[in-house]
C-alpha cells in the first residue's frame, strides 16, 4: 500500500456549503464521510484528490426518524447506527438485519448508508434490498433538490447520476403494509458478498396468494437487477407461485446477467440465483417486512 497524498479537509456546516465546496474544487475535490472506500482507494493511489469535504460536519445528516409513513435515513448514518436504531428494528426489522451482517463492526461504525450507496461497489447489501422497498433519496447540490429511485442513483459499478456538486441528504424508504413480507439474503465466502437477494411480496390474508412481489438480485453483476418476468411469475396461489420458482429465478438470472469474475462463474452465480430466490421465498413468506 502507498503512503497517502498530502490532501485538505474541509469541514462544511450546512449541505449548500458541502455542495459549494465540492462545486469550488471540482475534480481535485471529492465528498468523504465514513472514510472506508474512499481513503483505501487513495492508499492504493487508485484514486487521487487534493481536497476532502467531510460530510460528517453537517449537523442533522444523520437522522433516523419516521416521516410521511416512510423510514427516513440521513445519509451520513451509520450502518451500526441502522443496524441498532430501535425505529428501523419496529418499522423495517429486514433492513436491521441486513445492516447487522455488513462487513464487521468496525467498517459498520464507520461507514456510512450514503457512502455505500454513492460509491455504487457492486457487492452492496443496501443498493440490493432498498431497489426492492422501493426505496428513494434525496440529493442536494448548490441550486437545486432531485429525489431519485435506487435505478436511478446508481447507473453501473461505481456510477451514479449524481452531478460533482450534488449529494445524498436522505434515504426514503416507505413502511410496508401488513400485508408485505420481506426478505434479504445474502451468500458471501469473502469480504463481500458473492449474491445478494432481496425479495418483497404482499400476500392475502391467508397468506395462500401471492399479490404483488418486488424480487432483486445483487452483487452479481454491476448494479442491482430486477426482471418483470420472474415478478409476473411469482404472482398468484402460492401453491403455483412455488411451482414457478424455478422458472422466476432463471428469469433473473437472465436479467441479471451475471458475470465471470473471482467470485464465481456465471453459471455458478445462476445457480445460486435459484437457491436463494428459493430461500427468500420461503423466509419472506413467514417474516413481515
Ligand atoms: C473490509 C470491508 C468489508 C465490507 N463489506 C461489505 C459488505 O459485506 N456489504 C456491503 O454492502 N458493503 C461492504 N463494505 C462497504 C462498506 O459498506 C462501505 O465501505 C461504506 O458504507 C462506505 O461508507 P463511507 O461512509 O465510509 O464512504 P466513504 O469511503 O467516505 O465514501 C465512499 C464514496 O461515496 C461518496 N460519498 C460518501 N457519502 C456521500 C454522500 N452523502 N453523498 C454523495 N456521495 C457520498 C464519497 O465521495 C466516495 O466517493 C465493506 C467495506 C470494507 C472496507
Do not use: W
Amino acid at each position: 500500500m502507498m503512503p497517502l497524498r498530502r490532501f485538505q479537509m474541509h469541514q462544511p456546516r450546512s449541505v449548500t456549503e458541502a455542495a459549494e465546496m465540492l462545486a469550488h474544487y471540482g475534480e481535485k475535490g471529492r465528498l468523504y464521510a465514513g472514510g472506508t472506500e474512499l481513503l483505501l482507494a487513495m492508499k492504493h493511489d487508485l484514486l487521487r484528490y487534493e481536497h476532502l469535504v467531510d460530510v460528517k460536519t453537517v449537523p442533522g445528516l444523520n437522522k433516523i426518524e419516521i416521516k410521511n409513513s416512510s423510514l427516513c435515513i440521513g445519509g451520513t448514518a451509520t450502518h451500526r447506527a441502522i443496524e441498532k436504531s430501535s425505529l428501523v428494528g419496529k418499522h423495517l426489522p429486514v433492513i436491521a438485519e441486513m445492516a447487522r451482517h455488513v462487513a464487521n463492526v468496525r467498517v459498520r461504525g464507520t461507514g456510512t448508508l450514503g457512502g455505500n450507496l454513492c460509491f455504487a461497489e457492486p457487492h452492496s447489501d443496501p443498493a440490493t434490498l432498498l431497489l426492492a422497498l422501493e426505496t428513494r433519496v434525496q440529493v442536494q447540490g448548490r441550486s437545486k433538490e432531485r429525489t431519485l429511485t435506487m435505478d436511478e442513483l446508481i447507473t453501473g459499478a461505481y456510477e451514479t447520476s449524481l452531478a460533482e456538486d450534488e449529494l445524498l441528504t436522505l434515504v426514503e424508504i416507505p413502511i410496508p403494509a401488513k400485508s408485505q413480507r420481506a426478505a434479504y439474503l445474502k451468500f458471501q465466502i469473502k469480504e463481500r458478498p458473492t449474491l445478494g437477494l432481496a425479495l418483497v411480496m404482499d400476500v392475502d390474508e391467508a397468506g395462500d396468494a401471492i399479490r404483488k412481489a418486488r424480487a432483486v438480485v445483487g452483487s452479481v453483476s454491476p448494479k442491482p437487477c430486477r426482471s418483470d418476468e420472474a415478478e409476473a411469475l411469482l404472482v398468484g396461489a402460492k401453491k403455483e407461485v412455488e411451482k414457478q420458482l424455478a422458472d422466476a429465478a432463471l428469469a433473473l438470472a437472465d436479467a441479471a446477467d451475471p458475470v465471470d469474475d473471482l467470485e464465481g462463474s456465471t453459471e455458478y452465480k445462476r445457480h445460486l440465483v435459484g437457491v436463494f430466490l428459493r430461500r427468500a421465498f420461503n423466509k419472506a413468506l413467514s417474516t413481515p417486512a
